[in-house]
Nanobody, 123 residues
């Protein structure tokens, strides 16, 4: 598994972005994938996760109703659709793949990490 996150950028509050996480080795189709974020001066926090077959999507309370996680295993890609963005969403976003097919918010469950993509939301 080798992950690469992309799609970050600068957006005004209320705007949208879609992040993509691609496995360039195309081997993570049996792995759960999660998104995490880390803002300056803060600890990394869970954002969303999805099981190997696209079931059991899980979202942090802070993003429920605004973010959606999905995956396309034919493209070895997991997406994070972010709508109604708020300045508090500003962070570096990381995708990660777990060793198991199902995983949740515990970052210790994730073995493979991408390099991160910056999301900046202005007020």
């Amino acid at each position: 598994v080798q992950l690469q996150a992309s799609g970050g950028g600068f957006v005004q509050a209320g705007g949208s972005l879609r992040l993509s996480c691609v496995d360039s080795r195309r081997t993570f189709n049996n792995n759960a994938v999660g998104w995490f974020r880390q803002a300056p001066g803060k600890e990394r926090e869970f954002v969303a996760s999805i099981s190997w077959n696209g079931g059991r999507p899980s979202l942090a309370d802070s993003v429920k109703g605004r973010f959606t996680i999905s995956r396309d295993n034919a493209k070895s890609t997991v997406y994070l659709q972010m709508n109604s963005l708020e300045p508090e969403d500003t962070a570096v976003y990381y995708c990660a793949a777990a060793l198991s097919s199902y995983s949740g918010p515990n970052s210790a469950s994730y073995r493979y990490w991408g390099q991160g993509t910056q999301v900046t939301v202005s007020s």
